[in-house]
C-alpha cells in the first residue's frame, strides 16, 4: 500500500511539474517573452499583418499614380533643383550614395529600379511619414510595386502586378494576396536628411525631376494644406494617447518585442542603450540635424556601451569615436561598422495602430 501511494505521488508531482512548465511557456509566448538572443533572426513571426480594429480605408485607384522611372543625376546637376533645407532621404550602394529628395518621393510614391542587378523599389508614404527600401524578388520572381490607393493604419498599401499581393509601405509586411503567410519583402528604411548634409558625399547619384520642379513643391504644398492627415487619423478605430498623434519617432521590433522611440524635432543630441528582444541596441537621436538611427551595440562577439564626448560618439570599451552613420573612424575599432536592423521612422498613430502593445521608454 505504502508503494502504490508512493508511486502515485511521484506520478502526481511529475504531473503538476508539467503542468507548470506548460503554463509558463504559454505565459512567456503571450507576454512576448521569446528568449531570443543576440544570433537570432530580428524576425520570427510568419510574414503578414492583420488586426481585427483594422480595416483598409479609402477607395483602390491603381492608376490614379504611376511609379516613376529612376534617373539620377550629379550632385553639380542636383545644386540647381534642390535647395540646403530639403529633406532628403538617402542610401549607400557599395562606393555610391543615392540620394532621393521627399518633394519628389511625395509625388512619386514608388520608384522602380534595378541597382547592380538586385531589382529594388524605393517608396514613401507622405501620410505616415515613412520610407523604405526593398528589394523587388522574392524567390524566383521579380515584383513590380505600384500604389493600389487604399490606406492601412495610415499607411500607404502597395500592389505587385505580377502577383496581385497588398504590401504594407512601412516594412513590407503582405496584408492580403498571394504572398501572405509566405513572404515579406526584404528590406530597410532610408536615412533621412536635408540636400546641405549630403550634397558634399563622393559619388552622389540624386533622383531626377521629370517635370519642373515648382510643379512638384506646389503638389507638396498642396498635400499638406488638404489636411490628409488629419482625415487618416479618424479613420483610425483608436488613437494610443500615451503620444501625440503625430509625434515622428523610431520604431523596432526584435523577436516579437515592440519599441518606439520619439523624437524631439527641436531637441539636441540624445544617446541611449537600449535592450529589445534580446537585441542589444543603440538609439541616436538630433532633432536639430533630423537625425535618428538605430544599431546594434555588438561588433563581433562584443557588446559595446557608447556615450557622448564633446557631441562625438565614442564606445567605453575601445575608445574609439563613431560617425552617425554607425562606421568607426578613429580608434583600435577603426573600418568597423555598426549593423543598422531593421526599423522605421514612422508617426505615432500608425505604429501605435500596427503594433498596440509597443512599449516606450520611461
Request: a neutral charge; hydrophobic letters at 40%; aromatic letters at 10%.
Amino acid at each position: 500500500m505504502k508503494h502504490r501511494i508512493r508511486s502515485w505521488a511521484v506520478a502526481s508531482t511529475a504531473l503538476a511539474v508539467g503542468l507548470a512548465s506548460i503554463f509558463l511557456f504559454w505565459i512567456g509566448a503571450r507576454s512576448g517573452a521569446s528568449g531570443g538572443d543576440e544570433s537570432s533572426p530580428q524576425l520570427t513571426a510568419p510574414p503578414g499583418v492583420s488586426s481585427p480594429s483594422l480595416h483598409v480605408w479609402g477607395a483602390p485607384n491603381r492608376g490614379l499614380i504611376s511609379s516613376a522611372p529612376a534617373r539620377y543625376l550629379g550632385s553639380a546637376e542636383a545644386e540647381s533643383f534642390l535647395l540646403d533645407g530639403d529633406k532628403v532621404y538617402v542610401l549607400r550602394r557599395g562606393t555610391t550614395t543615392f540620394v532621393f529628395p521627399e518633394v519628389l518621393l511625395t509625388s512619386y510614391h514608388v520608384v522602380n529600379d534595378v541597382m547592380d542587378g538586385e531589382p529594388v523599389a524605393i517608396t514613401y508614404c507622405l501620410l505616415a511619414g515613412s520610407s523604405s527600401f526593398f528589394s523587388r524578388k522574392v524567390g524566383d520572381k521579380v515584383l513590380t510595386l505600384g500604389l493600389t490607393g487604399h490606406l492601412y493604419a495610415g499607411n500607404s498599401v502597395l500592389y505587385d502586378k505580377e502577383t496581385d499581393t497588398d504590401w504594407l509601405q512601412l516594412n513590407g509586411e503582405p496584408l492580403r494576396g498571394h504572398y501572405f503567410g509566405k513572404a515579406r519583402l526584404s528590406g530597410k528604411r532610408l536615412e533621412r536628411s536635408t540636400w546641405r548634409r549630403v550634397k558634399a558625399r563622393p559619388n552622389l547619384k540624386v533622383l531626377a525631376p521629370l517635370r519642373d520642379m515648382e510643379e512638384y513643391r506646389a503638389f507638396q504644398r498642396d498635400m499638406e494644406r488638404e489636411q490628409f492627415g488629419k482625415k487618416v487619423v479618424e479613420s483610425q478605430a483608436e488613437l494610443d494617447s500615451r503620444l501625440l498623434p503625430y509625434t515622428r519617432g523610431i520604431g523596432i521590433i526584435v523577436h516579437g518585442e515592440s519599441r518606439f522611440y520619439p523624437i524631439d524635432i527641436h531637441g539636441s543630441q540624445t544617446l541611449e542603450d537600449d535592450r529589445v528582444g534580446g537585441w542589444n541596441i543603440l538609439i541616436l537621436r538630433d532633432g536639430s540635424e533630423d537625425i535618428a538611427r538605430i544599431f546594434r551595440r555588438r561588433v563581433k562577439d562584443r557588446v559595446l556601451d557608447f556615450e557622448l564626448v564633446d557631441g562625438a560618439l565614442r564606445d567605453r570599451q575601445t575608445s574609439s569615436r563613431w560617425d552617425d552613420e554607425g562606421l568607426c573612424i578613429d580608434g583600435p575599432l577603426a573600418g568597423a561598422r555598426l549593423e543598422a536592423p531593421t526599423y522605421s521612422e514612422v508617426y505615432w498613430f500608425a505604429w501605435a495602430s500596427l503594433y498596440p502593445d509597443t512599449r516606450l521608454l520611461p
